[in-house]
């Protein structure tokens, strides 16, 4: 298990390098049109990683390919809007959000309701049935290692850092503790041109 574990990173490590260092421009890579680039995508997801893993690497990657794009999101950020959303993702203590619920069950479409009408760019989001299925979860995920399904009704779990709020079972405690907006505070300083 481990070795898959260590494998699935090394290439997601090298996909995210290929991404953010590839032959195409900063600005030729990073114009999504439509839909997000890849390199917004894998920006987002490196964040994520972040999160779920606690492997400051992953922080390090996204950090770099922030510094990568500067240009291109100071000039045209109308052309790199998920990659704003990963700016700010960056920018803030992720939420990371584990859902459990019970093994012979489906996952809990209220809490699925809350959670994509709910904004939050800076989600890292994990959920599996109770039982094996979370367990291989936290096996890579450590925010959703020991997680349980409260009274057998599928809790969601709210966290920040590792730190998590009471499990909610029912959907609008979940709305509620995802709810509050906190202030922005600039944590990160600006690269120098050049640099």
Not at 21 to 40: D, N, R, V, Y
Not at 41 to 47: D, G, I, S, T, W
Not at 58 to 80: F, H, M, N, T
């Amino acid at each position: 298990m481990r070795t898959q574990r260590v494998a699935l990173v090394a290439g997601l490590l090298a996909v995210l390098a290929l991404g953010f260092t590839g032959g195409a421009s900063a600005q030729e890579a990073a114009i999504p049109g439509a839909e997000p680039s890849g390199a917004s995508v894998a920006l987002l997801n490196a964040l994520r990683l972040d999160s779920f893993t606690g492997d400051a690497r992953w922080r390090a990657i996204a950090e770099g390919a922030l510094r990568r794009y500067r240009r291109a999101l100071e000039e045209q950020p109308a052309a790199l809007t998920e990659m704003l959303v990963a700016l700010d993702a960056f920018t803030d203590a992720a939420r990371e959000v584990v859902l459990v619920w019970p093994e012979r069950s489906s996952a809990p479409e209220p809490f699925l309701d809350v959670l994509r009408r709910t904004f939050l760019p800076n989600r890292a989001l994990v959920g599996a049935p109770e039982g094996g299925g979370i367990a291989r979860v936290g096996a890579v995920a450590a925010i959703a290692a020991g997680k349980i399904s409260a009274g057998g009704q599928p809790t969601a779990y709210v966290c920040e850092r590792g730190a998590c709020r009471l499990p909610a079972i029912a959907a609008e405690k979940l709305a509620a503790q995802l709810a509050p907006v906190r202030a922005y505070e600039s944590t990160v300083t600006s690269p120098r041109p050049g640099r």
